[in-house]
């Protein structure tokens, strides 16, 4: 028996509680995101994805990090970062919503949790969004408390974790709606449950509360859904793009603002409401923009796991954008991607021409999601 293969690059990238598991379990290779790792390799990409669509996978997402943000005026901190009117955000409910700085400029697309009235979590994407608040919060006038709490949550997704999660939490799971979360204790691991994920497909997170937990929280819910085909993995970047999903510094930066990726339901200008980046966001309404963001069907061979730069887009000699993400879909049976083009090029049925560095291809405009466009599956 060989040694198990070594991964580290010093003390300041973070493993997660489930790290050793994982490779217990068959991680192959890892990247980095919120300054830890996080499983990227369990073999095959494309299985990941079938294991995913036609049974469960459980994957780490611990470098989910959570910023909680608690004390008498949470709420109106919270508020003030939040571009998404938050005074019908009952407790115990979840929100996807997005951070925006003066400029208007996206600083990070998290789930927000609210544990209680004036307790909540901000489950973060890859920016350090537990400096900004701070920083925020430092000539605001307001009390409240800032940290990154002791929370690491894992994804279990696919049709058939609601039945894994019967099988560990009981017959009251059913009742756990869409964006909403509750309190448990398994087995003596405390938890918070919620009906989010980042798959497109019926799904949970849970949300250990004790790291030193990690280890037998993976195996208990492992040895759960043994029975029904449960499967280690890692989020799927084949149905994420299925699903139009946007992934931070892909899709997405600082330089860009919620009306050119047609976010617009996650911005209430017209609320009683402050938050950051708000004249701003007025602005860019009013005048509209100068950039969309599209999903295409590329031509040509299947690509080869998935982009590992922005390929650029031409129209008549001209550089109009760029492909922000891009694979190939084994069961749509072509290439996808999403783009961000000129909005002049964003009507379906645009044309563009992918230079890629393994050959150039014809891209073509086209409605995203790719599948599920009413996300039925997510919601079931």
């Known amino acids: 028996m060989t040694a198990p293969r070594e991964f580290g690059f010093g003390t300041q990238i973070r493993k997660s509680p489930y790290f050793d598991a994982t490779i217990r379990w068959g991680a192959k290779d890892f990247s980095v995101y919120n300054h830890m790792y996080i499983p990227r390799d369990f073999g095959n990409p494309e299985e990941n994805f079938w294991n995913l669509v036609n049974g469960a996978i459980l994957c780490d997402v611990a470098v989910e990090r959570q910023v909680e943000i608690t004390g008498p005026d949470a709420a109106k901190l919270v508020q003030y970062l939040i571009s998404r009117d938050l005074s019908k955000c009952a407790v115990g409910q979840c929100k996807y919503v997005l951070l925006t700085n003066a400029e ?20 973060l994407a890859d920016s350090d969004i537990l400096f900004w608040a701070q920083g925020v919060a430092v000539h605001s006038g307001l009390d409240v408390h800032i940290c990154e709490p002791d929370v ?10 609601g039945e894994v999660m019967q099988a560990l939490f009981g017959e009251s799971i059913v009742d756990l709606k869409y964006y909403w979360l509750r309190e448990y204790e398994l087995d003596g691991i405390p938890l918070i449950v919620s009906r989010t994920g980042w798959s497109s497909e019926l799904g949970y997170e849970l949300y250990l509360r004790d790291a030193s937990k990690g280890a037998l929280l993976w195996e208990t819910i492992m040895a759960a859904g043994k029975p029904f085909g449960l499967k280690p ?148």
């Open 104 to 123: 208007g400029g996206i600083l990070n697309d998290p789930i927000l949790l609210r544990l209680a009235e004036n307790h909540f979590w901000i489950s």
């Open 152 to 161: 690491s949550p894992l994804q279990l997704q696919g049709p058939k974790s």
């Open 233 to 380: 993995g890692h989020t799927s970047t084949i149905r994420r793009i299925e699903g139009g999903m946007l992934s931070y510094h892909a899709d997405m930066d600082i330089k860009t603002n919620p009306y050119e990726l047609g976010l617009d339901r996650l911005v209430d200008l017209d609320a009683d409401i402050e938050f950051i980046g708000k004249p701003a966001l007025q602005k860019i309404r009013r005048e509209g923009v100068a950039r969309k963001h599209v999903g295409l069907i590329i031509s040509g061979p299947a690509i080869t796991g998935s982009n590992t730069c922005f390929w650029e887009l031409e129209k008549d000699g001209q550089q109009i954008g760029k492909v922000t993400s891009a694979v190939y879909s084994p069961r749509l049976e072509k290439n996808i991607a999403l783009a961000m083009v000129e909005s002049e090029f964003a009507a379906l049925g645009t044309d563009f021409l992918v230079i890629n560095p393994t050959g150039n291809t014809i891209a073509t405009v086209v409605r995203k999601p790719f599948f599920d466009a009413k996300k039925k599956l997510t919601a079931s």
